[in-house]
């Protein structure tokens, strides 16, 4: 008979005799005792009916606590052995050149302009001679992945060349990152970036003048760039695999070169022009030198055009100190205003828009940052223009899929979003939107003067 049936009859039978009453109490336990009796019995006649549970390997196992010094310990030294290994299994100088070597020397006529080609027969040739660590670039994936439009089926020498340099670089990269990772589970924390750029800077020959006073201050300037545009949800760590993909890592590293043009150091924000410049403009906003902004200091950043009200919404949500803003808050700001194209700036300014926090911008929204634009208008001696023209704009420009409501992901979509901020916080961002047909005409008519000279 089946336990549960048992079990059920047994408590469906009346007690008889007046002495034989039992408290709910007891009904419980005894309950709970033919409950366990008769599963325990169950159970046991099930014991052997599922060896194959004895083959599933294990697949979970607990990080150490804080206090368990010793395993932590542990799994701190395995992971540095097991990524110097990966380390070893990676081409070297040597090796590389070895490569490049047997790829010259088994190109496959005729070249193409001075670019030298191989085809799938000479390909796998040299993936035989190139040993064992090479064996993962030639496949036939990857020759594939290279080919284009040769007439002759072959794949370009340089860029296969350049494909294993990438993917050498990617994997040593991967590792070097992968040693400030304290925790081990794939990401980094904010001060395990810092400690892997405070590192790198020696390395680094376009930033050989900064004075190592300066080093916190840069790192600091660094890092706020991985976090403010990788990091959105604000957790506080960044995957590392996230950092590889992005084009951020390749920027620090292009200061190696030390023959890095002025305009690239310029447009570059790792490097020591940009960074000092950054650096100058909070010192130059700071006029009580307490090392902190004030709303009244922040005004006067850019043109100093910036509408109140979006400096109120600025110190209501972001990160403050007794009412003042400090550097890190400061880059996010800077961040934000500079690269008003891309999602994370328009994220961080919607945030400061959508005042009612309903995830969307209605007409009451645009209406009451608008309001503080046609105010400075007044004050410059400019005459306000309508409200009702600027939203007609705004939506017609935008196309969000509520007629009456903007959402981010409407911003982001209608690659208009950097001039919808833009009309939203600053007058003379206006004042360039309003005028842009008079700008572009007179810059064409100064582009015929020059042409004429």
Same mark, same amino acid.
């Given at each position: 008979?089946?336990?549960?049936?048992?079990?059920? !009859?047994?408590?469906? /039978?009346?007690? /008889?005799?007046?002495?034989?009453? @039992?408290?709910?109490?007891?009904? @419980?336990?005894?309950?709970?005792d033919l409950f366990t009796k008769y599963y325990s019995e169950w159970k046991g006649g099930r014991k052997n009916t599922n060896e194959f549970y004895k083959t599933i390997p294990r697949f979970y196992y607990r $990080?150490? %606590?804080?206090?368990?010094?010793?395993?932590?310990?542990?799994?701190?030294?395995?992971?540095?052995?097991?990524?110097q290994r990966k380390s070893r299994e990676l081409l070297d100088n040597e090796e590389l050149q070895n490569l490049w070597f047997l790829l010259d020397k088994h190109q496959t006529p005729p070249m193409i302009g001075e670019e030298a080609m191989i085809n799938y027969e000479n390909f796998l040739k040299?993936?035989?001679?190139?040993?064992?660590?090479?064996?993962?670039?030639?496949?036939?994936?990857?020759?594939? @992945?290279?080919? &284009?439009?040769?007439?002759?089926?072959?794949?370009?020498?340089?860029?296969?060349?350049?494909?294993?340099?990438?993917?050498?670089?990617? &994997?040593?990269?991967? #590792?070097?990152?992968?040693?400030? +990772?304290?925790? *081990?589970q794939g990401y980094l924390r904010e001060s395990d970036l810092e400690n892997y750029i405070l590192e790198l800077i020696p390395t680094l020959p376009q930033l050989d003048g900064l004075e190592k006073s300066f080093y916190s201050f840069y790192v600091c300037t660094?890092?706020?760039?991985?976090?403010?545009?990788?990091?959105?949800? !604000?957790? *506080?760590?960044? @995957?590392?695999?996230? #950092?590889?993909?992005?084009?951020?890592?390749? +920027?620090?590293?292009?200061?190696?070169?030390?023959?890095?043009?002025k305009e690239s150091q310029e447009t570059n924000w790792f490097s020591a022009p940009s960074? $000092? !410049?950054?650096? *100058?403009?909070?010192?130059?906003? +700071?006029k009580d030198h307490n090392g902190m902004l004030s709303k009244e200091e922040l005004s006067r950043y850019g043109t100093a055009t910036m509408t109140n009200v979006f400096l109120d919404r600025?110190?209501?949500?972001?990160?403050?100190?007794?009412?003042?803003?400090?550097?890190?808050?400061?880059?996010?700001?800077?961040? %934000? $205003?500079?690269?008003?194209?891309?999602? %994370?700036?328009l994220q961080y300014i919607f945030k400061l828009l959508d005042i009612e926090n309903k995830g969307y911008l209605n007409v009451f929204s645009l209406n009451y940052f608008f309001r503080a634009i046609q105010e400075l208008m007044k004050i410059h001696g400019q005459d306000p223009v309508s409200f009702q023209d600027v939203k007609d704009e705004i939506f017609d420009m935008v196309k969000p899929k509520d007629p009456l409501k903007i959402s981010l992901q409407d911003l982001i979509n209608s690659n208009q979003g950097?001039?919808?901020?833009?009309?939203?916080?600053?007058?003379? *961002?206006?004042?360039?939107?309003?005028?842009?047909? %008079?700008?572009?005409?007179?810059d064409n008519e100064n582009s015929a003067d020059l042409d004429d000279t």
């Amino acid at each position: 008979m089946d336990w549960k049936e048992v079990l059920r !009859r047994r408590l469906a /039978t009346p007690d /008889t005799g007046p002495n034989k009453k @039992k408290s709910e109490q007891e009904l @419980k336990d005894e309950e709970m005792d033919l409950f366990t009796k008769y599963y325990s019995e169950w159970k046991g006649g099930r014991k052997n009916t599922n060896e194959f549970y004895k083959t599933i390997p294990r697949f979970y196992y607990r $990080l150490p %606590a804080e206090d368990e010094v010793l395993l932590q310990k542990l799994r701190e030294e395995s992971r540095a052995v097991f990524l110097q290994r990966k380390s070893r299994e990676l081409l070297d100088n040597e090796e590389l050149q070895n490569l490049w070597f047997l790829l010259d020397k088994h190109q496959t006529p005729p070249m193409i302009g001075e670019e030298a080609m191989i085809n799938y027969e000479n390909f796998l040739k040299v993936g035989e001679k190139a040993g064992p660590k090479c064996k993962q670039f030639f496949t036939a994936k990857v020759f594939a @992945k290279l080919l &284009h439009t040769d007439s002759y089926g072959r794949i370009s020498i340089m860029q296969f060349f350049n494909y294993v340099m990438r993917k050498v670089w990617l &994997h040593q990269t991967r #590792i070097g990152l992968s040693l400030y +990772d304290v925790a *081990g589970q794939g990401y980094l924390r904010e001060s395990d970036l810092e400690n892997y750029i405070l590192e790198l800077i020696p390395t680094l020959p376009q930033l050989d003048g900064l004075e190592k006073s300066f080093y916190s201050f840069y790192v600091c300037t660094a890092v706020r760039k991985f976090f403010f545009f990788l990091d959105p949800l !604000r957790t *506080g760590k960044i @995957k590392i695999q996230d #950092i590889l993909a992005c084009s951020f890592l390749d +920027d620090l590293l292009e200061l190696r070169d030390e023959e890095l043009s002025k305009e690239s150091q310029e447009t570059n924000w790792f490097s020591a022009p940009s960074a $000092l !410049r950054v650096y *100058g403009q909070y010192l130059n906003l +700071d006029k009580d030198h307490n090392g902190m902004l004030s709303k009244e200091e922040l005004s006067r950043y850019g043109t100093a055009t910036m509408t109140n009200v979006f400096l109120d919404r600025v110190f209501q949500e972001c990160l403050t100190y007794d009412g003042e803003m400090d550097y890190k808050t400061y880059l996010d700001f800077v961040l %934000a $205003l500079e690269n008003r194209k891309e999602p %994370a700036a328009l994220q961080y300014i919607f945030k400061l828009l959508d005042i009612e926090n309903k995830g969307y911008l209605n007409v009451f929204s645009l209406n009451y940052f608008f309001r503080a634009i046609q105010e400075l208008m007044k004050i410059h001696g400019q005459d306000p223009v309508s409200f009702q023209d600027v939203k007609d704009e705004i939506f017609d420009m935008v196309k969000p899929k509520d007629p009456l409501k903007i959402s981010l992901q409407d911003l982001i979509n209608s690659n208009q979003g950097d001039t919808v901020t833009t009309i939203l916080i600053d007058l003379n *961002g206006f004042w360039t939107y309003e005028n842009r047909e %008079a700008l572009v005409a007179n810059d064409n008519e100064n582009s015929a003067d020059l042409d004429d000279t």
